[in-house]
């Protein structure tokens, strides 16, 4: 069986500190670079599962790699390189303390909210008489806040966010043109691949004075994606919609009792489970990308990366 990383603990040339995520470890060099390595952890509902997945990481890595490179005429962004599939080093960026999440799509926590009665999200309006998953008329934007460890992002509105002093009138316009801009390019690139891209987010910083996209993008865990093929059908019908997220870990997981709450125990996670999820994953990158996807060697993975790694920043 190949191997999952789920650990790491390097201390690279000129390392300062590490941060260990719920899911990516990131290490600071000399306060002017950031190795993010993505682990093969998987986490639902806030909760970090006891096994990793195997490839996910690299899967994960190269689909924001690929849709960094394919987006830089847009806005410049952090990416730098990445020496190991499972490894992007960038430069540190000054984050703005907010997510841009945008939706092209009423689903997910918007459609709970409207369903409640809810016409309004973080300042926005919604038309009325909107059925779940059905187009917007225009994607819009509905920010949250960054939150702290342990607790839980907030909705804001762009309002809110201009009070609080969390990014400039001229920032914010700013945020709001690269957002757009940016699911307006995963759009066509989705759409060419028979996919939806129904909603994602975006985090952005500052470098050198300048507005930078940060972290990952447009990838399975921080997007969802629609099949384009019968999308219309089911949404006629009030069906489902056939989804290329992490939706179906958390399916599992609340199939088998779970969602994170108090006094809720994760379900075993078997080898055949594990493999599966694996297997989802490598599903998720061959759509996504239009690529075959090419499993790396994980006999030592923790040994490849930190000598990848090394040779980088040495040479």
């Given at each position: ?80 390189a990445t020496p190991d599939p499972m490894v992007t080093v960038g430069v540190i960026c000054k984050g703005f303390p ?140 009030g069906e489902p919609q056939k989804q290329l997220s992490k939706e179906f870990v958390r399916e599992w997981l609340m ?61």
């Amino acid at each position: 069986m190949s191997k999952a990383l789920t650990k790491t603990d390097y201390h690279f040339p000129g390392q300062k500190s590490v941060y260990h995520g719920k899911v990516r470890d990131v290490y600071n060099i000399n306060d002017e670079k950031l190795v993010m390595v993505a682990t093969d952890r998987i986490s639902a509902f806030d909760v970090v599962l006891p096994k990793g997945i195997p490839y996910k990481g690299q899967m994960l890595n190269q689909i924001a790699a690929k849709f960094l490179d394919a987006t830089t005429d847009i806005c410049p962004n952090w990416k730098l390189a990445t020496p190991d599939p499972m490894v992007t080093v960038g430069v540190i960026c000054k984050g703005f303390p907010i997510e841009m999440i945008i939706r092209g799509y009423l689903c997910g926590s918007a459609w709970r909210a409207y369903k409640s009665g809810v016409r309004e999200i973080c300042g926005v309006s919604l038309p009325e008489g909107m059925r779940e998953n059905e187009k917007f008329p225009r994607p819009i934007i509905t920010p949250t806040t960054k939150a702290e460890l342990g607790m839980h992002d907030e909705d804001i509105s762009k309002e809110e966010i201009l009070a609080r002093g969390l990014a400039t009138p001229e920032e914010y316009e700013l945020l709001e043109r690269y957002t757009l801009a940016l699911f307006e390019r995963g759009t066509e690139i989705a759409k060419a691949r028979g996919l939806i891209l129904v909603d994602t987010k975006y985090e952005f910083g500052k470098y050198n004075g300048e507005i930078y996209l940060m972290d990952e993008i447009h990838t399975p865990d921080s997007s969802r994606y629609f099949y384009l093929e019968g999308y219309q059908d089911r949404l006629e019908k009030g069906e489902p919609q056939k989804q290329l997220s992490k939706e179906f870990v958390r399916e599992w997981l609340m199939d088998n009792h779970f969602q994170g709450k108090e006094g809720q125990a994760i379900p075993e996670m078997t080898p055949e489970i594990v493999n599966s999820i694996s297997d989802r994953y490598i599903e998720l990158y061959e759509h996504i990308t239009g690529e075959k996807f090419v499993k790396a060697e994980t006999d030592d993975l923790a040994s490849r990366i930190e000598q990848n790694v090394t040779n980088y920043l040495t040479k």
